[in-house]
């Protein structure tokens, strides 16, 4: 993705270095991306291992809570943000501490509402879900790094969202969020007969970690052009909520080679 590849650029030219809770970072401050949610923007310039990421929205949207929930869906990565009981401590979707559990019908109260909202009243400005609760912070090993999604349906009964996160790690986060950002309109313009639009992500720190810096290099080097992979949902696809990763096809995927970045937790 040429957008992706220009904000690489971006942070590497200008941003500024900074410490901060897990490392050095090289930084810059409210940056934004856009991509057509018709096709998936899965990065062809190096390998990603997507089905770790639509493993992760699986567990979200099905609510799971313990790590063995998201490796069942092929995700693999949560491990550090659990507590001794494997029990996941995000405030993100159904990701909730045991202490949190009012919170499962708050955030299902949400997606109900915006289902019903979009196909009531589909032209409303009032179509946001927030996942931002200062109260519970304290509680919590991740707050969510993307809390924000307003979806806004144009003349042409395309359902377009703008995704707003407040810390983004570009070389790791940000190539699996546009993924997440992609099913979120997939699945709901399918389960409520809309087109997929476009997606605008807002960034707030938006950074390089100082360990990522050669491996974000070496991808800018990166100049061969390869097919564009397709995704579709299949007919074993429900609704957002039941989404699994056996739901989505994805094929004419040849990237290439991956480049390996630490996750920094």
Same mark, same amino acid.
């Given at each position: 993705m040429r957008g992706y590849k220009d *904000?690489?650029?971006?942070?590497?030219?200008?941003?500024?270095?900074?410490?901060?809770?897990?490392g050095i970072t090289t930084?810059?401050?409210?940056?934004?991306?856009?991509?057509?949610?018709? $096709?998936?923007? *899965?990065?062809?310039?190096?390998? @990603? %291992?997507? +089905?770790?990421?639509?493993?992760? %929205?699986?567990?979200f949207m099905n609510n799971c809570d313990k790590v063995q929930e998201f490796k069942e869906r092929?995700? $693999?990565?949560?491990?550090?943000?659990?507590?001794t009981k494997e029990i996941l401590c995000l405030d993100y979707i159904g990701q909730l501490h045991e202490k949190q559990v009012n919170?499962?019908?708050?955030? +299902?109260?949400?997606?109900e509402?915006?289902? !019903?909202? @979009?196909?009531?009243?589909? %032209?409303?400005?009032?179509? !946001?879900?927030? *996942?931002?609760?200062?109260?519970?912070?304290?509680? @919590?090993?991740l707050p969510?790094?993307?809390?924000?999604y307003q979806f806004i349906v144009s003349a042409d009964n395309k359902l377009n969202m703008i995704w707003t996160q407040r810390s983004a790690d570009v070389m790791l986060g940000i190539p699996s969020d546009m993924i997440l950002a992609y099913l979120w309109v997939q699945c709901l313009s399918t389960e409520l007969g809309f087109k997929p639009g476009e997606v605008t992500m807002n960034f707030?720190?938006?950074?390089?970690?100082e360990e990522h810096i050669a491996g974000a290099?070496?991808?800018?080097?990166?100049?061969?052009?390869? @097919? !564009?992979?397709?995704?579709?949902?299949?007919?074993? %696809?429900?609704? !957002?909520?039941?989404? +699994?990763?056996?739901?989505l096809d994805i094929i004419q995927y040849d990237p290439h080679p991956s480049i390996k970045f630490e996750l920094k937790v």
């Open positions: *904000l690489v650029k971006q942070v590497l030219a200008c941003g500024e270095v900074k410490e901060g809770r897990n930084s810059l401050i409210g940056t934004q991306l856009k991509f057509d949610a018709a $096709n998936i923007p *899965l990065l062809n310039s190096r390998r @990603l %291992f997507y +089905y770790g990421v639509v493993g992760e %929205f699986s567990a092929g995700c $693999n990565y949560w491990d550090a943000w659990a507590d919170l499962q019908d708050a955030w +299902y109260s949400q997606l509402a915006l289902k !019903i909202g @979009l196909v009531n009243d589909k %032209f409303s400005r009032r179509h !946001i879900i927030n *996942l931002w609760r200062p109260e519970n912070l304290h509680l @919590l090993s969510c790094c993307h809390y924000s707030g720190d938006t950074h390089i970690y290099k070496q991808y800018l080097e990166v100049l061969e052009p390869r @097919l !564009i992979p397709i995704a579709t949902l299949n007919d074993k %696809f429900t609704c !957002i909520e039941s989404f +699994y990763p056996d739901q």
